[in-house]
T-cell receptor
Framework: RKEVEQDPGPFNVPEGATVAFNCTYS??????FFWYRQDCRKEPKLLMS???SGNEDGRFTAQLNRASQYISLLIRDSKLSDSATYLC????????????FGAGTRLFVKA | ETGVTQSPTHLIKTRGQQVTLRCSSQ?????VSWYQQALGQGPQFIFQ???????GRGNFPPRFSGLQFPNYSSELNVNALELDDSALYLC????????????FGAGTRLSVL
């Protein structure tokens, strides 16, 4: 089983749609959680941190459920510019620091 | 821009050669992490350096090694290159005062022929 698993993509949605991405992690000792966005042939860029209390930034909402070891990202009112790969990221600090990226979910937003 | 710079941007090597990749971290950051990203996959954690010491390592063989300098810049060295080492190598810097949020450089694209 992979340490971080994401929805297999791609997601193809029309502009204005709401889309949700899911991510699960296997190590209960994981400490911090993030969503990154990666455009084609570019570096990953931080989209938002994820907290148990939920985190909202404009059209983006992220949620962490520690009991279920589950992370989500919701994008409302999708824009063409949201087309990218979304990466779920988990940091583990026990036995030496380690960061695990999911394989990413590709999103295509169409006009 | 993140302020993290990597060099070179592209590199072509042959199997068996050695390569050194370089990374300058963002001002104020004391931690550098290195990743390997193959096409169509997420970045794979190679190792992290914190204040010049290796602070964590992923599942990469010993021929992948690194250094961090007093100014917190870093090098990734790969010996005995294999064809499967062809990938985008990403460096990320972070600060222990900022939740370990990582800021990435644009990467070095390595091709091994």
């Amino acid at each position: 089983r992979k340490e971080v698993e994401q929805d297999p993509g791609p997601f193809n949605v029309p502009e204005g749609a709401t889309v949700a991405f899911n991510c699960t992690y296997s190590n209960s000792a994981s400490q911090s959680f993030f969503w990154y966005r990666q455009d084609c042939r570019k570096e990953p860029k931080l989209l938002m941190s994820v907290y148990s209390s939920g985190n909202e930034d404009g059209r983006f909402t992220a949620q962490l459920n520690r009991a279920s070891q589950y992370i989500s990202l919701l994008i409302r009112d999708s824009k063409l510019s949201d087309s990218a790969t979304y990466l779920c990221v988990v940091n583990m600090g026990t036995g030496g620091f380690k960061t695990i990226f999911g394989a990413g979910t590709r999103l295509f937003v169409k006009a | 821009e993140t302020g993290v710079t990597q060099s070179p941007t592209h590199l072509i090597k042959t199997r068996g050669q050695q390569v050194t990749l370089r990374c300058s971290s963002q001002s104020g950051h004391n931690t550098v992490s290195w990743y390997q990203q193959a096409l169509g996959q997420g970045p794979q954690f190679i190792f992290q350096y914190y204040r010049e010491e290796e602070n964590g390592r992923g599942n990469f063989p010993p021929r992948f090694s690194g250094l961090q300098f007093p100014n917190y810049s870093s090098e990734l060295n790969v010996n005995a290159l294999e064809l499967d080492d062809s990938a985008l190598y990403l460096c990320a810097s972070s600060s222990d005062r900022e939740e370990n949020i990582q800021y990435f450089g644009a990467g070095t694209r390595l091709s091994v022929l």
